[in-house]
């Protein structure tokens, strides 16, 4: 049904535009006209690169897989030798190579070599992006057909990938295995140092005596919190076969005395007392209003009133990010099955919702990939 209310001046403004932005003459006038010109092609370029975007991620999966980067960090090479270590016929190469060269991830020198380009230098040694890269082959399964996606028709491979997402404060989470935990895990663990470095870099945690990561994964957080704040002590608090890997990680890393490990629920099972601050990393924006409650509320309890909360995740309406908020995460934690990425704001209501107060969002250096809000009961 229409709606039915009666349209504003600033209403009938932008109606003016979109028909005349619409029309086949304008968009003709506009890409032949000097001072539109540039603006026609940025347009249209934009368009196309949402058009091809599928395809261009494809290019990045088919160089990851086949460790393009890692080989020309050895030196520009020709395409007959990247041919043959690519296990690919010269014409293949050639097509994945100029591809991957258009999108900066190559560059082609004056004498034919291939080399790296910016961002393919930036993927050499890269675990944390490379692991991402090959997860959303899955993921893109599920957005193949995104009507049906939207509409709910059936059952997504995502939600299964992600063992607990649908079983919220459920004994069947509690109970995962540690085969059905493995492999999503190992995902947050590679790209945990994405974000961990950013946290350590945005509040000095040196300040506290005892850190409780909440849904800390096996570990990848507070190990990198023992190497840079020597003398806090840690607590990880995860589901049980979880919390066993973190366990495992702790042992070898050589922490294991400054580290405990706690396995339960956030929603059934109290948190461990005794720290002076907690850190909830890239948490609460896996669960709907009402779990994130439950999970904010468990902190609090479990916080002394003079506490800390670190909360840490990427944030929806991020200046200069907002389509990784509401496109990218809107639809993969859809997929997921429950989530939703939230503003600072949302977030803000949340904590004080939950008896958090004296908010501050902190400065990242990557907000794109993390933002970090510390709130006190």
Request: glycine fraction near 8%; charged fraction near 20%; aromatic fraction near 8%.
């Amino acid at each position: 049904m229409a709606d039915t209310m009666p349209l504003s001046l600033v209403d009938r403004c932008f109606a003016w535009r979109d028909r005349l932005v619409a029309s086949p003459t304008f968009q003709r006038w506009a890409a032949a006209f000097p001072l539109t010109r540039p603006i026609a092609r940025r347009q249209a370029s934009q368009l196309f690169d949402l058009v091809a975007g599928f395809v261009y991620s494809q290019v990045l999966l088919a160089c990851v897989r086949l460790r393009v980067f890692e080989i020309l960090a050895e030196g520009p090479q020709s395409l007959a030798t990247l041919a043959h270590r690519l296990e690919l016929s010269e014409n293949s190469a050639q097509r994945l190579l100029a591809a991957a060269a258009s999108l900066g991830l190559l560059a082609r020198r004056a004498d034919g070599r291939y080399a790296l380009g910016q961002l393919g230098a930036v993927m050499v040694g890269n675990r944390a992006v490379a692991a991402m890269v090959d997860h959303h082959a899955a993921v893109y399964l599920d957005l193949a057909d995104p009507v049906a996606l939207l509409r709910r028709d059936s059952p997504t491979r995502l939600a299964g990938y992600w063992a607990y997402a649908g079983d919220e404060g459920s004994e069947t989470a509690r109970a995962l295995s540690a085969e059905q935990v493995a492999e999503y895990s190992a995902l947050m663990s590679a790209s945990q140092p994405l974000v961990a470095d950013q946290i350590i870099d945005a509040y000095d945690l040196g300040r506290h005596r005892c850190l409780l990561d909440v849904g800390g994964g096996e570990g990848t957080f507070l190990c990198q919190v023992a190497r840079r704040v020597p003398g806090l002590q840690l607590r990880l608090f995860d589901l049980p076969a979880v919390a066993e890997r973190g366990r495992q990680r702790f042992e070898a890393q050589g922490i294991a005395h400054r580290a405990q490990v706690h396995g339960g629920s956030f929603f059934d099972d109290p948190l461990p007392g005794g720290a002076d601050i907690a850190s909830l990393v890239r948490v609460i924006y896996d669960h709907d209003d009402a779990h994130a409650l439950q999970i904010l509320r468990a902190v609090r309890r479990a916080l002394p009133d003079d506490g800390t909360l670190v909360l840490a995740e990427p944030m929806a309406g991020t200046p200069g990010a907002e389509a990784m908020g509401d496109a990218y995460f809107g639809f993969y934690l859809l997929a997921m099955g429950k989530g939703e990425a939230r503003t600072p704001e949302q977030l803000g209501e949340l904590l004080r919702t939950a008896g958090f107060s004296r908010l501050r969002i902190l400065s990242t250096h990557l907000p794109l990939q993390t933002r970090v809000i510390v709130a006190r009961p």
